[in-house]
C-alpha cells in the first residue's frame, strides 16, 4: 500500500466563481495514489471548508492542516474569543 499524496494548489476564487462570492479561500488538490491522480476542489466560506464531494472529503482535511500552519489569516479556534466549553448548568 502507498500512501496517498498531496499537492495542494491556491486558486483565486473571484476568478474562479465571480466577484460576488463569498468564497475566500479555493484551493485545487491533487491527490495521487500509486498510479492514479484525482482532483479536488475544495472551498472556503463563512459556512467553513467543502470539497466538492462534501465535508467528509479526505481533501478537506488535508487543505485546512495546510493552511493553518502556514499563515495567521485563520485563526486558530482556541484563540477566537469565544468562551468554550462553559461548564455548569
Ligand atoms: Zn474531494
Known sequence: M???SYVLEPLNPWLMCGPDTTVTELWKVRERREKEIQFHLV???RYGWYCEHGRNC???AEVRRV???????VPAPKSSGK?????GK
Open 58 to 60: 479526505k481533501a478537506v
Open 83 to 87: 468562551t468554550r466549553g462553559r461548564r
Open 43 to 45: 472551498y472556503f466560506d
Open 67 to 73: 493552511v493553518r500552519g502556514m499563515s495567521t489569516k
Open 2 to 4: 502507498v500512501e496517498p
